[in-house]
């Protein structure tokens, strides 16, 4: 298993996020996560990524226990989210921004010297053309649309090579169209790395997820392959009374 | 938003659609964007260098006032400008280094520039470097409040001590900095000037080579995503606490000149009023350029050099609302007034000269 969390807990005060949640993703899988607002989908994806800190549980990436690293150090192991908020740097070009996340691993002396900016140039060129940006290279990252944006994003995620990617819903606010477009986008990606999606479009989500699993209130409700879990009543049960 | 199309000027060199190489030493592709900070830096600069064949001797000693100070300015602007760290502890860093290299003229009678300036800038780098694992090395990402507070009152508590502690001469300060010496060869104003001229344009270039570096770019990040940098595999406080130090270790050999400049030192050298100023200096020219810092200390120094004397009650007032209305009204400072918002905020190298840029969107 490339990811196990195991008993996964989180409490806000009074309010239990997560409680006991076990989630395992496999090499080359998409996993879809899913489940009413306030499921603890999110809360689950950061304690994943290290964005929060679980209240109870562990989370073992590659064999590895990272329940107590700092982000910094889950994405040097390997891993990589991209969240929900898009979070590009407005300010700077797309392409320095793409520049940013492919350098973010190398060492500081070569970052001070620019030793490893002529290297990357390629790559940013390609990263860019994956996602259909490379039009867009010397416009500043806060100039395009929100797609747009959160392509750029999910290229930033992607562009370190991870072994696991995490996406908080890739598609909000995205018209239908680029909701497709987005879909195609993903569906490569698979053979590079596992991906972790948190989706609130069904359709979207069944479309390239291997696995789903649903959370309900802070417990994971169900797990299995996407016909396992539309056949699943409790399931059912949950998306008719309260979506 | 214009893109590549609207440059209509010639659709293999502005189409961005390939590689971002293409605009490589294509400088002659008109709607590129005209790079106004080169000018601007070659203006002071150029300035500076002939300054004192222009002026008469007083005003000589005056512009490498300004040089010190805008020294100063500059390690400001390198950790709020490209890091986002607001700090009021420049000044601590300064006076620090200032109380240092007085010290070692009076007590051990040492004013040779091998070992003034280099102690000015270990002061400055050892005090930083403790100041900020103190305040940025935390669990969790310290705010701006907090930061801003932490330095503002350790300049406080340094000042005060000061001028409390009877060997650092209390209220007085120390007075009889000689001059700076080279064996024999004393700096006297003319050979202090380029003295500092040239430490002046020294680290003004590393500075300007470090921002605009990988690593700039990173501080950069930094400052516009602090915590989504940390998810792409940075070590925030690895990042910050470099520039931090480096900043401090540059004040600390303004200081060091401070104190030969002015022949003694004071509790204010390193007090929260001088820090402010500092702060000031920098959004007053704007922030996150380098070159802003300093058109702030030339355009602030000059202002009061020159209107303090005609106007001495009520200058501080008009001085005060200048800075108000300009913070108001012109958030990116007098650089501002210059040079374009994607100059000013997103210029950093290219593997190949001027690529990728070539869209008119600077324009927009």
Not at chain 1, 18 to 36: F, K, N
Not at chain 1, 115 to 141: N, P
Not at chain 1, 222 to 238: F, K, L, P, R, W
Not at chain 2, 34 to 59: I, K, M
Request: aromatic share 8%; glycine share 10%; with cysteine.
């Amino acid at each position: 298993m490339l990811l196990e969390a195991s008993a996964i807990g989180k409490s806000f005060g009074q309010l239990r996020a997560l409680d006991g949640v076990d989630l395992a993703v496999s090499a080359g899988e998409i996993h879809g996560l899913i489940g009413p607002n306030g499921s603890g989908k999110s809360t689950l994806l950061k304690c994943i990524a290290g964005a929060e800190r679980p209240s109870h549980g562990r989370v073992l990436f590659a064999e590895r226990d990272i329940t107590a690293l700092p982000p910094s150090e889950r994405a040097r192991a390997g891993m990589s989210i991209k969240f929900q908020i898009t979070s590009v740097m407005p300010a700077l070009l797309v392409y320095d921004n793409v520049l940013l996340a492919l350098q973010a691993h190398d060492r500081l002396r070569d970052l001070i010297a620019s030793r490893t900016r002529r290297g990357l140039d390629a790559q940013i060129t390609e990263t860019l053309a994956a996602f259909r940006l490379e039009r867009r290279a010397a416009a500043l990252a806060g100039e395009l649309s929100h797609g747009e944006q959160q392509w750029l994003e999910i290229a930033m995620a992607l562009a370190t090579g991870p072994r696991l990617l995490l996406l908080d819903e890739p598609t909000a606010g995205m018209s239908l169209e680029e909701r497709r477009v987005t879909g195609t986008l993903l569906r490569p990606i698979k053979t590079r790395c596992a991906i972790v999606i948190v989706e609130h479009d069904l359709d979207f989500i069944r479309d390239i997820c291997d696995v789903l699993t649903v959370l309900d209130q802070g417990r994971v409700i169900a797990s299995g392959s996407v016909a396992d879990i539309q056949a699943n009543a409790s399931v059912q049960e949950v998306y008719l009374t309260r979506v | 938003m214009l893109n590549g199309g609207s440059t209509s000027h010639g659709d293999t060199m502005t189409a961005p659609g390939t590689k971002p190489a293409p605009l490589a030493g294509s400088a002659s592709t008109a709607p590129a964007l005209r790079r106004r900070l080169p000018l601007v830096e070659w203006a002071v600069f150029g300035a500076f260098a002939v300054l004192p064949f222009l002026l008469a001797d007083f005003l000589t000693v005056f512009a490498s006032r300004l040089m010190i100070l805008a020294l100063l300015a500059i390690s400001f602007d390198l950790v709020y400008g490209f890091a986002g760290i607001m700090s009021f502890g420049q000044a601590l860093f300064f006076g620090a280094a200032g109380y240092s290299v007085a010290l070692l003229a009076r007590d051990l009678g040492v004013s040779s520039v091998l070992v003034v300036l280099p102690a000015a800038l270990g002061v400055g780098l050892v005090l930083s470097w403790l100041v900020s694992s103190f305040l940025l090395l935390g669990r969790h990402p310290p705010s701006v409040t907090f930061v801003a507070l932490g330095t503002l009152t350790a300049a406080f508590a340094a000042e005060e001590l000061a001028r409390s502690w009877y060997y650092l001469g209390g209220q007085n300060g120390i007075p009889g900095v000689p001059q700076l010496t080279l064996g024999h060869f004393e700096f006297s104003d003319l050979a202090f000037y380029y003295l500092v001229f040239a430490l002046f344009a020294a680290v003004y270039l590393l500075c300007r080579a470090l921002v605009r570096s990988q690593f700039g770019l990173a501080l950069a990040g930094i400052r516009d995503q602090e915590q989504r940098l940390g998810f792409f595999g940075y070590r925030i406080d690895t990042f910050k606490t470099i520039i931090f130090t480096i900043a401090g270790a540059i004040a600390g050999l303004a200081g060091g000149l401070y104190a030969y400049h002015e022949g003694f030192v004071w509790p204010s050298m390193m007090g929260v009023v001088l820090s402010t100023q500092i702060v000031l200096y920098c959004l007053f020219g704007g922030v996150g350029t380098l070159i802003g810092a300093v058109l702030g200390v030339i355009a602030i120094e000059s202002a009061t050099y020159a209107l303090s004397e005609q106007l001495p009650t009520i200058w501080p007032v008009v001085l005060g609302i200048i800075l108000l209305v300009v913070i108001l009204f012109r958030p990116t400072g007098l650089i501002g007034l210059v040079v374009s918002e994607r100059e000013r905020t997103g210029d950093f190298g290219r593997p190949g000269p001027g690529a990728p840029r070539g869209t008119s969107s600077d324009a927009a």
